[in-house]
């Protein structure tokens, strides 16, 4: 079992930047695949990007690339999402979670999805 909570959120201008962070509690934390995801007002959850267990493979969904950064600390058990370059498009509530399945880009596929936290970019 996996426990994660989302931090880091809030109202920015569009080019800021924000870095989101997702604490997680439990032993398996390292052994999973993590995911962010993004839902805004109206759409359906979207992916954002993922991170292997190691680090060694990243993944990003078409609309965040070269703008945003996902990393991970095992010690801390702590998944971060770097976002630069902020866009008024990228407000949404952020969650983060574990994948479950084995396809990255499948929100279907994940679990122990968090709380959320909210940001705003605006113009």
């Known amino acids: 079992q996996v426990q994660l909570v989302e931090s880091g959120g809030g109202l920015v201008q569009a080019g800021d930047s924000l870095r989101l962070s997702c604490v997680a509690s439990?032993?398996?934390?390292?052994?999973?695949?993590m995911g962010w995801f993004r839902q805004a007002p109206g759409k359906e959850r979207e992916f954002v990007a993922a991170?292997?267990?190691?680090?060694?493979?990243?993944y990003y969904g078409d609309s965040v690339k070269g703008r945003f950064t996902i990393s991970r600390d095992n010690a801390k058990k702590t998944v971060y999402l770097q976002m630069n370059s902020l866009k008024p498009e990228d407000t949404a509530v952020y969650y983060c979670?574990?994948?479950?399945?084995?396809?990255?880009?499948?929100?279907?596929?994940?679990?122990?999805w968090g709380q959320g936290t909210q940001v705003t970019v605006s113009s």
């Open positions: 979670a574990a994948l479950l399945g084995s396809v990255v880009f499948d929100k279907r596929g994940y679990g122990y």
């Open positions: 991170i292997s267990w190691s680090a060694g493979r990243t």
């Open positions: 439990g032993r398996t934390f390292s052994s999973y695949t």
